[in-house]
């Protein structure tokens, strides 16, 4: 379909006609993928070649530096006629992508009511139900009919997000319930909507945080959900094609957080790389520096591994498999409390589990490890025995530690994903080096 | 509300009116989660007190152990009536979790048609589109008019999952178009489908994988998906609400293989511990045996530590060091082309942009390394600036192995998240040793 498009883009000259036809077939998400390719000019001919009733729909899928160039590229007028035409959800990404000046001309073009909608919403805290909710919805009154309720939804719905969920408010714009097209559709044009109406709805308030809201989509697996404010007003609402993309984001900022990463919400290759080095370097400075702790251990131990140079070459694997073992257990645990499976009030289950599974893993390594050290390396069997009986050890500390540190975590309100595998890695490190270097003291009498 | 529900169910005697008030007012994901603190008995007890027309929709939400007590101990008829009234696709992942002797005594009871939609269903392959679509949808004909339209919804509708898009069919059941009850609502109701209905609609098969719906929604921010066989007849459609929940799932897979375990999508206090330590022990047996090669390049370099046991002391720090830089690049890239944003093709864009920003960060941190192990260590410049231009070399290389494995693995069509921190820190270690005893080896002329 894109290649099609391009090839029609690319005649000279254009065939107008057939170039509309394939654009009214085509999805609008489609369509703005095509600006992706396409130069500064040709995105600016392309915009102005869309069908008017797709214009605005395709603009919310267009990537932010091209929104810019077509909103330079166009009148006041034009400007006017897409801004308004978008639902304010979008129209306030679009606005807090842009510089100063293009926001200033864009508030300058719009109606007075949306610019004081657009500006309520630009002043939310990040992240919170109130920078993704939408104020195009669906209200109703309770003392209206069923049929009135359709009269409403036909006249104003077309510009509406959703129909599908309906806002029963009173005259002071209190939410006091919800009542689905679907009910409508079941009830008696005569029925009033305050006797059909569910009260007891889900919502959630302006400054909760975006986790919060899709927690509940989850939850309850919501199509929308209503925003009230302090006073339980209903000021928005969201649907749930935005928690979607809310999910993704919360998802990748996990993601780069438990791999030790300053969160980013810049996509990889639109980011400079001094922003990228950035983003890593506190992190990785902060784990060298610890990493000294290792080395201390390390160096009180010359004597030992001087008698006994097989314990430093076993130094590489212990360590390996102490974070291994470590970022498993973490992963694990922090994923489980981010979806709500395991709760802080589990630590001492989860701890009585880990040791068991730490055990079980840590004595079948071992095994292994035994055989392999003893018939590789010269057959001594103190020394196999001391690195084995480390392993097993080793893997019950680290499983430990890896459960231990995101739940207390979460406990004392820091973010769990901040203990995973790397720093947990680096005390499981330590404390492995430690036991290891101690039993070979007692075991190899050194 | 949960205390509420609790306080009432254990008055002596249980005041039947203000339970049932109360469980009417209350949501039913709400009420499920009531019957996981419950004992056996409390459990058949309560759900008999659930209102008739709430009991299906708060089974659907209940765990698979406390299904199997309540299928139990209803009779034949009681089940009958329970999964009757269960959406189709909650009927099949109900029955996907219950033993062989249930699974039979449910189907029996059933009328024909339910079990052959779920006989249907449960034989697609795992993780499909099949497995996720529910079969009951609102279907229309080409010809039917708005008017006619409303009255087949108002019929049917109520035990439709959806009834927010109708598919239009031809007579062969051949998926010709879609009409979103917006649409009808905004139509006369003359109209007639054919003339109003999308023909160039979004549509998947039943045998796509659940992460290619997921992706579809993502893209389109569909509310529903309609899903068709080999042919393009209308099998079933999938709805945003599973969708939510398949995201989730995949999520956690991919944590999970990322931190090097074995995927399961038990939740994790429900996993029997030698399962648990199962699904490690594979992973952690063969990165275990892969620092066989760290260790034999330390044992090659007895030597060198023997002269200068201030090299040894650093190995914590440059393996630490490769493996977090290493896994820095591949969560950011992995995740990248799980989103979308990066693409197989990008590798050499991707390798340069890594080879720049380890530049940047390696020399950073050589810079304060430098700095400590010179001042602490002795004042040795050239031992210093040894570890120094390892640590240089190291970031580079472990942020070059970990942007090329993950894109590598995607084009070779192997899981890139197979291709995350663990074994690049292996590999990322293994190289950076080597260098590092390489470099020694000159610089300090041992």
């Avoid at 909710?133 to 309720?149: C, H, I, P, S, W």
Wanted: a negative charge; one cysteine or more.
């Amino acid at each position: 379909m894109i290649e099609k498009i391009f090839e029609l883009m690319n005649e000279q000259p254009v065939n107008h006609r057939n170039l509309y036809q394939l654009l009214m077939d085509t999805n609008t998400v489609d369509i703005a993928d095509v600006f992706e390719h396409l130069s500064r000019e040709k995105v600016v001919q392309m915009f102005r070649l869309l069908p008017k009733s797709m214009a605005a729909d395709v603009f919310s899928y267009i990537e932010p530096e091209n929104q810019q160039i077509i909103v330079e590229a166009l009148t006041d007028i034009e400007v006017n006629k897409i801004v308004e035409d978008l639902f304010v959800d979008d129209a306030v990404d679009f606005i807090g992508e842009m510089p100063a000046n293009v926001v200033k001309r864009v508030l300058q073009s719009v109606s007075v009511d949306t610019r004081k909608t657009i500006n309520q919403l630009l002043q939310y805290p990040e992240d919170s139900a109130g920078t993704i909710m939408t104020t195009e919805f669906v209200g109703l009154k309770e003392y209206n009919t069923v049929g009135r309720a359709f009269e409403i939804i036909r006249n104003i719905g077309v510009d509406k997000e959703t129909i599908y969920t309906c806002y029963v408010m009173r005259r002071d714009r209190l939410l006091v319930g919800v009542v689905s097209v679907k009910t409508l559709l079941l009830s008696d044009p005569e029925d009033t909507i305050g006797d059909i109406m569910d009260t007891n709805m889900v919502f959630a308030h302006t400054t909760d945080d975006q986790e919060v809201i899709a927690d509940l989509f989850k939850r309850y697996g919501l199509l929308s959900l209503p925003i009230v404010d302090k006073e339980g007003r209903l000021v928005g609402i969201v649907t749930v094609d935005d928690i979607v993309q809310v999910i993704e984001e919360e998802t990748t900022e996990d993601f780069e957080k438990m791999a030790a990463l300053t969160p980013s919400e810049d996509p990889y290759l639109k980011t400079s790389v001094v922003k990228l080095a950035k983003n890593r370097f506190t992190w990785l400075l902060l784990l060298m520096l610890s990493a000294a702790i290792t080395g201390a251990i390390l160096e009180s131990a010359e004597e030992i591994i001087s008698s006994v140079y097989l314990l430093a070459v076993m130094v590489p694997m212990i360590m390996d498999t102490a974070g291994n073992a470590g970022a498993q257990t973490s992963a694990l645990i922090i994923r489980g409390m981010a979806v709500g499976e395991i709760h802080a009030r589990d630590v001492i289950r989860v701890l009585w589990r880990e040791i068991r599974v730490g055990t079980l893993c840590g004595c079948a390594l071992a095994l292994v490890n035994f055989a392999r050290v003893f018939l590789m390396n010269g057959r001594d069997f103190w020394v196999s025995f001391t690195i084995s009986v480390t392993l097993i050890v080793t893997v019950i500390i680290a499983k430990s530690v890896g459960c231990l540190l995101p739940i207390l975590a979460k406990k004392i309100k820091i973010d769990p994903t901040v203990m995973a595998a790397p720093l947990i890695t680096t005390i499981a490190d330590a404390s492995a080096l430690l036991f290891y270097f101690y039993i070979a003291r007692i075991i190899l009498k050194i």
